[in-house]
């Protein structure tokens, strides 16, 4: 058996879209920027941006439709997917698709709605690392 579990802390790039489903079911898509920011061995920051598309699936679409918005800080927990394509010019491109279990809003651009969430995960628990970017991770 294999498991795997993805969570994200990042701002969306673009205002949610809310679709439904055949069946009458919200749908609700967001793309997600996270960065991650360091010093290399020269000094120089560096700065790497991966983002996610991210859909929303049943009663958490509607609120993420109605509270989210560009540029707000959000964290999603769910199943990753990587897809190939390609572009319009033919070239191959890859994208990161996450189907979320939970998303949490985490406060952004001065959106007054900060501290509502969407849902919580049942279960939580909190382990801090204290690790340097150039450090592995110890497990």
Known sequence: MSYSKTI????????????YT??????????VAV???????SGQPQEETTWYNVSVFGAQAEPCSKYLAKGRQVLVDGDV???AYANKD???G????LKAHSVQFLGGRGDEAA?????????TSSVRLNLNDDEPIPF
Do not use: H, Y
């Open 22 to 31: 055949q069946s009458g079911d919200p749908v609700c898509g967001f793309s």
């Open 115 to 123: 501290d509502v969430p969407v849902e919580r995960p049942r279960q």
């Open 35 to 41: 960065s991650r920011k360091w010093t290399d061995k």
């Open 81 to 83: 997917k990587a897809r």
């Open 90 to 92: 033919g070239s191959p």
């Open 94 to 97: 890859a994208s990161l698709d």
């Open 8 to 19: 994200i802390v990042g701002n969306l790039g673009r205002d949610p879209e809310l679709r």
